[in-house]
């Protein structure tokens, strides 16, 4: 498919506007004026209806095809969230508002959001208070991080080490760095769950804390959590709970009772936001009351009066992290889906992503092999190490769903797993949609025992064919490679 530049007519007109009639002065500097007009394609309106049209059916997204994307949550969110997450009252309000004089006063609906979701995470984690302002799961993760350690700096702790385990989201060791921690990596044990005693010998009086997800990467819940929380706590460590695998526990279980001390949620994957290609997301970030105070500024606060305002005087504050008070669209959202489905909706939710991913496992496990076969949470992981020995490998796999009409799973994830095939089919797909894909799986797999070269030619329908990925990643025109 050509570029709009390159369907470019030279003196081809979409749109005629008028001369203007209302005198103008321009204030630029002569000499930062262009010199000539800028190279913009020209095209007639049809030509510019068809062209995004056209690219709008070569798009793949979770409105139009299954997108089983393993640790990713990738499922349908209901539209009214997004309805209303449109309305002019806001959507048109200006961030800087409430900080303006009297400005608080008229923004008073979009601040109980805020209040309320703060109640709500709460609720549902066993945190005491939490903040709107991470803009993503990782940003999350940091601001986390930055509690711990105005935590251990406020107590005069000298820590200087953070642990996570092997399985871990890799956003995990990046954010404790960042943070000037050095990290050190806990082993899983044969069960696909951190090694405990492992972990006993790990810890010393400079573990500062630990950062852990639950159900992990293998989407198998850690059986051992408390006694975990109890080791790391034995030395004044601070657990960090990663919450990007909540939606396979919540409305069931809560992080805080579990022993964590911090935690962040991922509103966009958990609850509703069609997100992906990086955002849009936001990470609320969740602690137990020793922490509250260090919570970033702002904090959303009700008066006597039943009003709501904005709090700065918060001296042990971390301070700013975010810009104004987070991705607010995008709490809102979340906030019209937990009012929508109530306590037990979410349980609901919980209990058909559990069902639906032990459903693929059990149907797939003769065809592919199961590092780790005991029951899984939301996702489940295969690995196609029986198939390479026919030469085909996990991208093999996933190219040849692409070829069928799926969005391949996450495959080499988690390291731990060789020819990782990372399966999460969420709590929105009905049983028809998980056949289909499981038919395909078998389908494939016996493809790679009798045909193995087809696969590994895969795909050779699809609008562009099998990349030199490496290069496809330094070149976003793709039509070249």
């Known amino acids: 498919m050509k570029l709009i530049y390159e369907k470019s007519v030279e003196g081809r007109h979409g749109v005629m506007p008028p001369a203007s009639d209302v005198p103008t002065t321009i204030h630029i500097k002569k ?9 913009l394609p020209e095209l007639s309106e049809l030509d510019v209806v068809r062209h995004f049209t056209e690219l709008s059916r070569r798009n793949f997204g979770v409105d139009t095809n299954f997108y089983p994307l393993g640790s990713c949550t990738m499922k349908y969110n209901p539209k009214v969230a997004e309805r209303i997450a449109a309305y002019p009252g806001f959507a048109h309000l200006h961030p800087l508002l409430p900080q303006l004089r009297m400005g ?38 940091l601001t986390g991080i930055m509690i711990m350690a105005a935590y251990h700096r406020d107590k005069g702790n000298k820590k200087t080490t953070v642990l996570i385990p092997d399985s871990a989201h890799g956003t995990n060791p990046a954010s ?48 051992n959590i408390k006694e975990i929380c109890e080791i790391i706590h034995s030395v004044d460590g601070l657990c960090y709970y990663d919450g990007a695998n909540l939606n396979a526990i919540v409305g069931k279980a809560r ?32 602690v137990v009351k020793k922490l509250v105070d260090f919570l970033p500024v702002s904090i959303v606060v009700k008066r006597d009066d039943g009003t ?81 020995k026919n030469g085909v490998h996990a991208i093999d796999i996933a190219k040849g769903l692409i070829e069928r009409g799926f969005h391949p799973p996450t495959v080499y994830f988690p390291s731990i797993v060789k020819e990782a095939i990372m399966v999460e089919p969420t709590e929105t797909e009905s049983k028809e949609t998980l056949d289909i894909f499981i038919n395909t799986m078998i389908e494939l797999a016996k493809l790679a025992k009798n045909e193995p070269e087809k696969l590994k030619a895969a795909p050779i329908t699809t609008p562009v064919g099998r990349l030199d990925e490496t290069a496809a990643a330094k070149n976003v025109d793709i039509a070249e490679i």
């Open 31 to 39: 000499e930062l004026l262009r010199n000539s007009d800028a190279k």
């Open 255 to 286: 992080p805080g009772d579990f022993g964590f001390d911090i935690m962040h949620i991922n509103l966009h994957k958990t609850f509703a936001t069609p997100h992906g290609g990086g955002g849009p997301g936001a990470g609320p970030v969740g």
């Open 104 to 141: 608080g006063m008229l923004t008073q609906g979009a601040l109980e959001v805020l209040y309320d979701m703060d109640k709500y995470l709460c609720e549902l984690t066993a945190m005491a208070g939490f903040t709107m302002q991470p803009m993503a799961g990782a940003h999350g993760e």
């Open 308 to 388: 709501f305002a904005l709090e700065y005087d918060r001296p042990k504050s971390i301070g700013y992290i975010a810009p104004f008070y987070g991705n607010f669209a995008i709490i809102l959202r979340a906030y019209v889906y937990i009012l929508m489905l109530g306590k037990e909706g979410l349980k609901a939710v919980s209990e058909n992503a559990v069902l639906n991913a032990n459903y693929i496992k059990e149907k797939l496990k003769d065809y592919y092999d199961l590092p780790f076969g005991q029951t899984c949470k939301h996702e489940c992981v295969f690995s196609a190490e029986r198939q390479t």
């Open 176 to 223: 404790a760095a960042i943070a000037g921690y050095k990290v050190v990596s806990v082993p899983s044990d044969s069960e696909g769950m951190m090694d405990v005693e492992a972990l006993r010998k790990m810890v010393n009086s400079e573990t500062a804390g630990l950062m852990l997800t639950c159900p992990n990467t293998l989407g198998i819940f850690e059986k």
